[in-house]
């Protein structure tokens, strides 16, 4: 069974870009958000949510309801999600990593890509795949805060902020801060992959990949031992042509971030980085990036 | 560097190899000075699930932070209201979109941007699809609910002939 490639990443990193262009490989296979190791059994992503904004809600599911209606029912349709939900609900005490082993040998020998960013907020959900895949490959996916954070907020409000309870408390109110997220996301990622061997990571810029996206692809398809012929990186140049880059019948419509899938084409472009010593735009106090921050972002390359 | 320069692939990165290139496998990768630091979120952590824990919070903290959720939750729908009040004026909505593409007499403009006709035709194909969606559900809902209704119906005569 191939062993699976996973994006690790805080939400707004480019990662439904990344993940549906690297999984349009040939020898790929590229899945919507699962979120299945949200949880440590699949009736989990059912029993409701921890909380009044959690992320294990109805959505949540959509993306492994649009998987299972692909990869079993061969089209996603709502006769197949339904298929698709009992299919579940017969696996319901399973647990989330035996699922996903399923769901991998059933696409071998096609190696699996996914990504879901809410596997960040916890290292134990990332020891859950690490413990069902020994051997996974994982690619830690960065961002610029900036560019991060200001995305982070224009979506649903900046409601992922609260989840991981990204605040600042000031004299007698406190604020949504996303810079917090960013931090202490990617330190859980940094965390995590000091339990898992040197050859089993590698780490990105998305700008890096936006701008040549034909070199960082193929650098990431000869680490996780795929080809990196001339065919195989010009299908990755495409990933509108994913089964899932699109939105799904109406009992699971999405199961990535609806952006992505309003407009999946991939245009090469160089995004613009500001400098780290710049205002941060969403704080209404002018206020620029915590130092915690600035130390971690120019440790990944940026200045 | 400027606001509008993009990093190039030669961006200076300190002592860091490139964190592009792949992560050299051994002994020899530079660990991050940041494992085992604090996380910047004031609110402390289950060990439990490994996740911020606003119930452990002290009562003033949490007393902001519920303030802070209720003006989010107020601003949120605020804003979700004024997105539906939008979705119900389809005349006024198809009124605006048109617009674009025919003039008073009912002619297209001479120098209609292409831009705005795919735009348009997206919008419509993007309603098109919704519809057809709220109509499969609406459908299989009449389905289910006939189903009902047949089988309630046969329960009763069953019902009634046995008396």
């Given amino acids: ?27 790929a296979f590229g899945l919507p958000e699962l979120c299945l190791f949200n949880v440590e059994k699949l009736v989990d992503l059912w029993r409701g949510s921890e909380g009044p904004i959690s992320e294990n809600g109805a959505v949540a599911r959509h993306g492994l309801m649009r998987a299972l209606a692909e990869i079993y029912g061969g089209e996603q349709t709502t006769a197949t ?26 696409i071998d020998p096609l190696v699996a890509v996914e990504k879901s960013p809410s596997y960040t ?51 007698d ?29 590698i780490r990105m810029r998305g700008e890096d990949i936006m701008g040549s996206p034909e070199k960082h692809l193929a650098q990431i398809a000869e680490w996780a031992g795929l080809r990196t012929d001339a065919e195989a990186i010009e299908e990755m140049m495409h990933p509108e042509r ?31 980085i500001p400098r780290l010593s710049d205002p941060a ?17 120019r440790w990944f390359g940026y200045e | 560097m400027s606001d509008d320069k993009a990093v190039s692939e030669q961006t200076p990165i300190g002592a860091q190899p490139p964190v592009s290139e792949p992560k050299p496998a051994g002994g020899d990768k530079q660990k991050p000075p940041f494992l085992g630091t604090k ?56 009124a605006e979109g048109i617009k674009i593409l025919f003039d008073d007499k009912g002619q297209p403009p001479a120098n209609v941007p292409l831009e705005d006709i795919v735009e348009e035709r997206r919008r419509l194909e993007y309603h098109v699809k919704w519809f057809e969606g709220i109509l499969a559900e609406l459908r299989n809902r009449l389905v289910r609910v006939k189903e009902v209704e047949d089988y309630a119906f046969e329960m009763l005569s069953r019902s009634l002939d046995d008396e």
């Fill in chain 1, 1 to 27: 069974m191939a062993a699976p490639i996973f994006l690790l990443a805080p939400p707004r990193s480019y990662t439904s870009l990344v993940n549906a262009m690297l999984g349009q490989h040939p020898q």
């Fill in chain 1, 81 to 106: 999600i339904n298929m698709a939900r009992a299919w579940a609900g017969a696996r319901e005490d399973w647990t989330s990593g035996r699922v996903f082993q399923e769901i991998v040998a059933k």
């Fill in chain 1, 121 to 171: 907020m916890s290292k134990i959900r990332m020891q859950w795949m690490y413990e069902a895949f020994p051997d996974a490959r994982f690619v830690h996916l960065i961002r610029h805060p900036i560019g991060q954070c200001k995305s982070l907020m224009a979506i649903n409000e900046g409601a992922f902020a609260i989840k991981v309870e990204a605040i600042e408390f000031r004299e």
């Fill in chain 1, 173 to 201: 109110h406190c604020v949504l801060e996303p810079q917090i997220a960013w931090y202490d996301l990617n330190l859980n990622i940094l965390e995590f992959l000091d339990t898992v061997p040197d050859s089993q990571q």
């Fill in chain 1, 242 to 272: 994913s089964p899932f880059a699109c939105f799904g019948p109406i009992n699971a419509l999405f199961g990535n971030d609806p952006n992505f899938l309003a407009g999946p084409v991939f245009e090469p472009h160089k995004p613009k």
């Fill in chain 1, 281 to 297: 735009p969403w704080r209404d106090d002018g206020g620029g990036l915590y130092p915690e921050v600035i130390e971690m972002a």
């Fill in chain 2, 39 to 94: 996380r910047l979120s004031p609110v402390p952590i289950n060990p439990d699930t490994d996740r911020a824990d606003p119930t452990k919070l002290a009562p003033h903290q949490e007393a902001l932070r519920q303030a802070m959720l209720n003006v989010f939750t107020a601003q949120k729908a605020r804003r979700s209201l004024e997105r539906q009040v939008q979705h119900i004026s389809p005349n006024r909505n198809l």
